[in-house]
């Protein structure tokens, strides 16, 4: 079993910076990747980025690309989402995601955290 815990979010006005953590505990194979997503109310969860543990390989969603960035702490087993130039349609709830496969697709990872929710006012 794996555990998956959000934080770092918040309320930032348009413009500002968050950065999230995901840290991951527990049974953990590899290869597996860990991917952000983020769900806005009566929206369906989308993709925002995603790394592979293996090689460090990582992707973003066009949306995101340039503002955001994925990285990660190897020896604390928690991967980061430093989001600058934030938009008032970046407020979602961020979730991170764990599985076995490097995707966009939701429906591809296993483990997910209960999310943290990020506010961008205009």
């Known amino acids: 079993q794996v555990h998956l815990e959000e934080s770092g979010g918040g309320l930032v006005q348009a413009g500002g910076s968050l950065r999230l953590s995901c840290a991951a505990s527990?049974?953990?194979?590899?290869?597996?990747?860990i991917a952000w997503f983020r769900q806005a109310p009566g929206k369906e969860r989308d993709f925002v980025a995603v790394l592979r543990w293996s090689d460090g390989s990582i992707y973003y969603a066009d949306s995101v690309k340039g503002r955001f960035t994925i990285s990660r702490d190897t020896a604390k087993n928690t991967v980061y989402l430093q989001m600058s130039g934030l938009k008032p349609e970046d407020t979602a709830v961020y979730y991170c995601?764990?599985?076995?496969?490097?995707?966009?697709?939701?429906?591809?990872?296993?483990?997910w955290g209960k999310g943290t929710q990020v506010t961008v006012s205009s």
């Open positions: 527990g049974r953990i194979v590899s290869p597996y990747s």
């Open positions: 995601a764990a599985g076995p496969v490097y995707s966009t697709a939701p429906t591809r990872y296993h483990y």
